[in-house]
């Protein structure tokens, strides 16, 4: 399964059109408040489908959860294709939000029960920070196809292979072994009563709900997860940090690229952080954000190196908070529930946009450490046994 699960990771994130469809809004004639108000737009609707996407993973299929987000992903981008313009491109952000977010919480549910089904449920850290770094080292590849296929075939050459590639994922997530799990909705409440509900989507939504919101050690994962998850929302910064340093646009590419390669070095390690005390990974969230905040005082080119270093620590610690998370969740919705930190991850991403705004790096470097010192009470809140 791990195999099938980074080959699936790889094409998932292997899309030659990322790097341009912002460019491909504009070259069309769109001005810089339509592209904002599509971007708002894609955002919006991953928001308002990541729970309700999560159930219905829960209820139906995982595995099929994620081959209909290929599917979907697909099905926009050959949309901009065959009708480039404001509609054309809301209706394919519309339709990949979807996809995306039946993606976020079904993926995560799908490894730990199929891990835990082999008898190798305590490699779930592992394995995710595996596909954490396979999904940070791609970009190598996906930026040089990328630019590849543009020089020969402009934005249509781009597009099409994208839409391949998701297909091809999709029909490798076909081949995904997939966990019975129970979706019957016969646990009890909090309390001790019984739900009754029934067995259905809108019955496993509200289970997955109520143990995100209800059990002491699922809460303090998924607010862990979120508060962390939503840091990550700074990589879209780190061109503009090598800019606003000296770094030359010519030169910006390959200066920040060592970032997203020291990340995954991290995420790669943060399978076996998962075994350490709490205090130790709170000293290497605050590591991190004492290299941001390095980075930040000196801000010049060699800053960068820092900037690298505490992204890498912070995406080991992040691994260790989703494996937790995946830990703590007992119950039938396993997917519901990870799908819930998924909209608190989005969340929080606006709001470190708006923090970002207002102090920059150092301002965020400062969250880091405040998040740091709180951490080690968050990991202790463990499931009863």
């Known amino acids: 399964m791990v195999r099938l699960v980074l080959g ?7 899309v030659p059109l990322y790097p341009f469809y912002a460019l491909l809004f504009t070259d069309t004639g769109l001005d810089d408040d339509q592209v904002s108000g599509l971007l708002a737009l894609w955002s919006a609707t991953a928001v308002l489908a990541e729970v309700p996407s999560g159930a219905l993973a829960d209820r139906w299929s995982r595995r099929g959860a994620l081959v209909v987000a290929g599917v979907l992903q697909a099905a926009a981008y050959a949309l901009w294709l065959a009708a480039p313009g404001l509609a054309g491109f809301a209706g394919g952000l519309v339709v990949w939000g979807v996809g995306g977010a039946l993606v976020s919480g079904a993926f995560e549910a799908l490894l730990h029960d199929g891990l835990a089904a082999a008898g190798a449920g305590g490699q779930f850290g592992r394995v995710y920070g595996w596909v954490t770094a396979v999904d940070l080292l791609v970009q190598v590849p996906t930026a040089l196809v990328a630019a590849a296929l543009f020089a020969s075939g402009g934005y249509a050459a781009v597009g099409w292979a994208s839409v391949v590639t998701c297909l091809a994922g999709s029909v490798l997530a076909a081949s995904f072994p997939e966990a019975p799990h129970d979706t019957d909705d016969d646990d009890t409440d909090d309390d001790g009563t019984d739900d009754d509900e029934g067995p259905g989507w809108w019955a496993t939504l509200r289970v997955g709900v109520a143990e995100a919101a209800g059990r002491p050690a699922v809460r303090a994962a998924v607010v862990l997860v979120v508060l962390l998850g939503g840091v990550d929302a700074v990589e879209e910064y780190f061109p503009l940090l090598a800019r606003d340093w000296g770094v030359p646009d010519p030169l910006n590419p390959l200066a920040v690229l060592g970032i997203p390669v020291a990340g995954a070095a991290g995420a790669a390690l943060g399978g076996r952080a998962a075994s350490w005390p709490p205090r130790a990974v709170a000293a290497a969230l605050a590591a991190a954000g004492a290299a941001l905040a390095t980075a930040a005082l000196v801000a010049v080119p060699v ?39 998924g909209v608190g991850v989005e969340l929080a991403a606006l709001a470190v946009f708006t923090g970002y705004a207002l102090g920059g790096l150092a301002l965020l470097a400062t969250a880091v450490l405040v998040l740091a010192a709180a951490l080690p009470r968050l990991l202790r809140t463990r499931a009863p046994m």
């Not at 699936?8 to 292997?14: D, G, P, V, Y």
């Open 8 to 14: 699936w990771s790889f094409l998932a994130e292997f």
């Open 303 to 341: 800053g960068l190196a820092a900037v690298a270093a505490g992204y890498a620590l912070y995406r080991l610690v992040l691994v260790v908070a989703e494996t937790r998370l995946q830990e703590a969740i007992t119950g039938p919705a396993r997917a519901t529930v990870t799908s819930v930190a």
